[in-house]
């Protein structure tokens, strides 16, 4: 079982930056792949970004803004979002899958997902 607790979301201006973390519990996390998702209200869950142990992914709406990272000694996955535009107001949700999760994009994919942190960029 792996628990997943979102934090570092926030109230910020248009062009500012935050950085979410995603600390998961589970002595093999490395070998999971992680997802950031996002819903906005009144849409439905959208990809943000992915990391397993090859490689990363980003979606189109956030390629060049967004980045996201881990550090497996803190069981942790990071997602620097910089040059912020209202339209990434959401909540974003972490999601953990054992092993290479395909198509990461897939939120039926996962297993386990975190409570949420919501993001608010105004203009």
């Known amino acids: 079982q792996v628990q997943l607790v979102e934090s570092g979301g926030g109230l910020v201006q248009a062009g500012d930056s935050l950085t979410l973390s995603c600390a998961a519990s589970g002595r093999t996390f490395s070998l999971y792949t992680v997802a950031w998702f996002r819903r906005a209200p009144g849409e439905e869950r959208q990809f943000v970004a992915a990391i397993n142990y090859i490689r990363t992914y980003h979606a189109d709406s956030v390629k060049g803004r967004f980045t996201i990272s881990r550090d497996n000694a803190k069981n942790t996955v990071y997602l620097q979002m910089n040059s912020l535009k209202p339209e990434d107001t959401a909540v974003y949700y972490c999601?953990?899958?054992?092993?290479?999760?395909?198509?990461?994009?897939?939120?039926?994919?996962?297993?386990?997902w975190g409570q949420g942190t919501q993001v608010t960029v105004s203009s």
């Open positions: 999601a953990a899958a054992k092993g290479n999760a395909v198509p990461v994009t897939d939120n039926g994919r996962y297993d386990y």
